[in-house]
């Protein structure tokens, strides 16, 4: 799968980067072209923004805790009905960096963010953007699966409906569990209970549960943050087929630790990482997915994937 | 290899802790025995059913016969309670969302602890301030409602029918939902901060608002702990006496208006059994035993309530109440194994959605979303205001009326003979107090952490020991919910009618049958906390049990025994109930503890219902003033010493 698109050349509201992973770690997961990966740096633009093929865009984002910086300066751009992965050492920011994408990030005290996130052409961060309606259209999976464990599972998926929407009826309800639930790849296995508590599917069901209930919300961009660090292998495997099927409608940001999963399930990677202890993460490369693992540019991210550190 | 003398020492050891929680639930067996065998006259004339569903209470009639039924009381409990947790449950939800959720983080703990400090005031103190303040000021509101809705009647019973009384139904349970309200409060905080962050997240991410994520993540999840901390609540106004006494008018009326007056268990013992004998003493004591079976009812209840909330976890856990509640782990054993065969992708998601979302704007979050959140939120700043409001009230009531009563001399002298008089002080009331705290302290904490220490050493889970533990942990429950009113009529009948007087040393011991259960509880609870790794490591290097306790486990667990007992004296210090018909009180100085003694709450209480004069009345503000510096700065140093006290965690 890949989208044709043709890279815009010049952009005048967003300077882009020179670059790939040089100074300050600025980079772009740019490479939207089909055939041949254009010079990164130079995606963004209006003309991708304007028809829809850039849904998600940051520029210089650093996130801090306090006076801790955790990460710094990372511009990245998330083309349309791709999966790209964030991939790093622990502690290198990069769940950081992804809550900061549906401004999750702000809910931890003395959390706080500069630079900016581009949802299509508008600043999550911009004065009059409400988190409400970010968080609703930035869907986002959390490491450990946390469905409602008191409500059914028909309610888990209604749950982000009923806040949103004005009235659903009956039929449309169920129309609307089903066909997430199918989208899951949960139906078969729950169809003859949607209405038992959610507590009690298995910890592989209730992740596939929660991607359901995000996805039912019909956000533009659905980040998952390690989605799958507390599952079994076979419960792993669900979700990555889960993700390879679901890219084709939404786009997806996962950050993981586990770089095989990277690998299998991305188009783009994003490696970030820090220098030093105290120093925050920064974005060292991206590209292609196959690029990224079987030709890096960079040494340390050579370093990283071949195991060789972190 | 253990020698021979170590293990006699052991056994030695066993014995003796066995010994003194047995001694203390013999004593109080005792008590408790001489109690029922005065009811023995009630069941024999009127039968239970007859006692508990007679209508009428005449103990002195002009003409013809002296009656005794229970139900006017029992209606009056039950309607006092029913009107303070309607006030009570949800302006507590409110606190705790506010002191949870609402307030900006750096605000949450300074206001949760200054509701917190409604608890450490008297209930002697309320009824002060209920007569003294609310009543006038409540009446004309009160009065225009029995005005305007006289005329309603459910079923025949006019609710709302005047005239208006000085004590009545609402006022009452008014005062008393302020009262419970703390209670209620702590403990859904305490089960609301155990959300996990991930349940908050979730709802946050789906987009939902402030109050939509509490809606959805933290009320579902709470929610046995609120049902179990408002039934909780429950047993305290059930057992709450001397605000009741204070403010209620004593008159055993059933169906009557909610402005006039009534009469509870709790308080007509309180204001009859000192003049009783014969057949009314057997009838009051029937009522407490009436009492003591609802409140026991009740607190199982709550008990039952709130281990519903935290199934899955140990038994042995359900005992250390509410703090702990948590819903079954997500992966508790039992579920489903998702083993269904891998791959069969799944079926395409298909978004049905056209239009772009918008997230900036006022369309972003619909109208109707933003006015309930707002609502919601109004709900929650109001009910804090509910909380905030009437401790404001009581403390500025207190400051202003009672610091110009504390002149040095108001510590040296006695309360004047003439009320009109503002000349005198609390001399004999402090010092009483004092004698009262120290006979509680050293009955009840040496019996307090010997029995936890005989109930968290006997580790076999099976056999007579473990069985006697087990027996004397629900001993030690029960006692927690029996109401003070009970334990001063207990100690009236068992220790002052036997004895054929009055003393200093009855109070002392009234006041550490309160003290008691809650020394037992924190020191358990220290003594379960102090890890197993470090008296298995002492045990590994030989040592006997007494040893591992004595240098391991106590020096661990001893801040927090030392916490468990200043609260308990908190607890005890401010009690009223209690003291009435065992220390009785005494207008004189005196450090008899064969006498009758005056106490600080007693002097408040009978400032309050006598004549009230400005001079009595700035007495007794005065008085509580001292109560509440004692109760406080007791409760001040076990909240530092707690601190501390937390052994590491293995």
């Known amino acids: 799968m890949t989208d044709h698109v043709t890279t815009v050349e010049g952009t005048p509201d967003v300077p882009a980067p020179p670059g790939t992973g040089v100074g300050g770690g600025r980079a772009s997961a740019g490479p939207t072209a089909s055939a041949t990966p254009s010079p990164a740096g130079t995606s963004g633009g209006p003309g991708l923004v304007a028809s829809g093929l850039l849904p998600m865009y940051t520029r210089d984002l650093s996130a801090f805790f306090g006076s801790h910086k955790a990460i710094e300066n990372v511009t990245l751009d998330f083309p349309r009905n791709t999966v790209t992965a964030i991939i790093g050492p622990s502690g290198c920011g990069k769940s950081t960096y992804l809550r900061c994408l549906n401004r999750m990030h702000e809910m931890v005290p003395h959390a706080r963010c500069t630079g900016s996130v581009y949802l299509r052409d508008t600043d999550i961060y911009g004065k009059d953007a409400d988190p409400v309606a970010v968080r609703r259209a930035v869907g986002m999976v959390f490491q450990r699966p946390n469905p409602f464990p008191t409500k059914s599972i028909a309610d888990n998926i209604l749950a982000g409906p009923r806040f949103t929407r004005a009235k659903l009826d009956k039929a449309q309800r169920e129309d609307l569990v089903e066909r997430t639930l199918r989208g899951a790849g949960l139906w078969d296995e729950v169809k003859n209970r949607l209405q038992a508590q959610a507590g009690g599917l298995s910890g592989g069901q209730q992740q596939r549960l929660c991607i359901a209930r995000a996805l039912a919300e019909e956000p533009d961009v659905l980040l998952m943050d390690e989605p799958c660090s507390a599952l079994d292998p076979q419960s792993t495997m669900r979700i990555e087929d889960l993700i390879r099927s679901i890219k084709d409608r939404v786009t997806i940001v996962i950050v993981t630790h586990n770089m095989q999963q990277a690998a299998r399930v991305s188009d783009f990677t994003a490696f970030i990482t820090i220098a030093n202890e105290g120093e925050p993460g920064r974005l060292i490369e991206t590209g292609f997915t196959k690029d990224v693992f079987g030709n890096p540019q960079q040494e340390r991210t050579e370093a990283y994937v071949s195991g060789r550190f972190g | ?650």
């Open chain 2, 1 to 650: 290899m253990r020698s021979r003398g170590s293990r006699a020492a052991d056994r030695a050891y066993l014995i003796f802790a066995s010994a003194v929680a047995l001694i203390a639930v013999v004593a109080v067996g005792y008590l408790l025995w001489k109690t029922i065998e005065q009811t023995g006259e009630t069941w024999s004339t009127y039968g239970i059913i007859g006692f508990v569903t007679g209508t009428e209470w005449v103990p002195t009639p002009a003409v013809g016969e002296a009656l005794f039924g229970a139900l006017p009381f029992i209606y009056g409990t039950l309607m006092t309670s029913f009107i303070a947790l309607l006030i009570a449950v949800p302006t507590s939800i409110g606190i705790a969302l506010a002191t949870t959720v609402f307030l900006p983080r750096r605000w949450r703990r300074p206001v949760g602890g200054f509701i917190n400090l409604l608890a450490a005031v008297p209930s002697v103190i309320f009824g002060l301030w209920g007569i003294t303040v609310l009543v006038p000021f409540l009446r004309p509101a009160l009065d225009w409602v029995s005005e305007t809705f006289g005329g309603i009647s459910i079923f025949g019973w006019h609710l709302f029918e005047g005239p208006v009384t000085a004590g009545s139904f609402f006022v009452t349970g008014l005062v008393l939902g302020i009262m419970v309200l703390p209670v209620i409060t702590a403990i859904i905080r305490e089960v609301l901060l155990t959300v996990p962050r991930e349940q908050q997240e979730a709802a946050y991410a789906l987009g939902a608002t402030r109050w939509e994520m509490v809606k959805h993540s933290m009320l579902p999840w709470a929610r046995s702990g609120i049902v179990g901390a408002s039934v909780l609540g429950l047993g305290r106004a059930v057992g709450e006496t001397i605000a009741i006494a204070m403010l209620l008018g004593n008159a055993p009326n059933i169906f009557s208006s909610i402005l006039g007056p009534g009469s509870t268990l709790a308080s007509v013992i309180a204001l009859e059994t000192n003049e009783a004998n014969g057949m009314q003493l057997s009838a009051l004591t029937s009522l407490a035993v009436v009492l003591f079976v609802i409140a026991f009812l009740v607190n199982v209840g709550a008990r039952l309530l709130v281990s519903r909330g935290a199934r899955g976890s140990g038994g042995a856990r359900l005992r250390r109440v509410l703090v702990r509640v948590r819903r079954r782990p997500a992966n508790a054993p039992g579920v489903p194994v998702d083993d269904s065969p891998v791959g069969g992708s799944a079926d395409i998601w298909v978004p049905t959605r056209s239009a772009p979302l918008t997230i900036t704007g006022s369309g972003a979050v619909s109208t109707s979303r933003r006015v309930r959140s707002r609502m919601a939120e109004g709900f929650i700043w109001g009910s804090l205001a509910l909380g905030v409001v009437p401790l404001v009230l009581v403390m500025w009531e207190m400051v202003s009326m009672g610091l110009p009563a504390l002149a040095p001399s108001f510590f040296t002298s006695l309360p004047p003979l003439d009320p009109m008089s503002y000349d005198g002080g609390i001399s004999n009331a402090l010092v009483g107090t004092l004698i009262l705290m120290g006979i509680a302290t050293v009955i009840a904490a040496p019996l307090g952490v010997l029995t936890a220490l005989f109930i968290s050493d006997v580790t076999r889970p099976t056999g007579w020991q473990a069985r006697i533990a087990r027996g004397v942990g629900f001993f030690v429950d029960v006692l927690l919910g029996i109401p003070s009113i009970v334990v001063g009529l207990i100690v009236y009948l068992g220790i002052v009618v036997t004895q054929q007087h009055f003393s200093a040393l009855a109070g002392g011991i009234a006041l550490a049958i309160i003290m008691f259960p809650i020394v037992v509880r924190a020191a358990d609870e220290m003594l379960r906390l102090v890890p197993q790794g470090q008296k298995e490591a002492a045990q590994a290097l030989g040592a006997p049990k007494w040893r591992v306790t004595w240098s391991i486990v106590l020096p661990a667990a001893g801040p927090g025994i030392l916490t468990g007992i200043l609260l308990g004296l908190a607890r005890a210090s401010g009690e009223t109930a209690p003291l009435l018909f065992t220390s009785l009180g005494n207008q004189f100085f005196s450090t008899d503890i064969n006498e009758p003694i005056a106490a600080i709450p007693q002097l408040i209480y009978n400032n309050t219902i006598q004549v009230q004069t400005p001079a009595s009345l700035q007495l007794a503000w005065g008085a509580a003033l001292v109560l509440v510096a004692i109760i406080l700065f007791l409760n001040l140093a076990a909240a530092l010493l707690s601190r501390r006290a937390r052994p590491a965690e293995g």
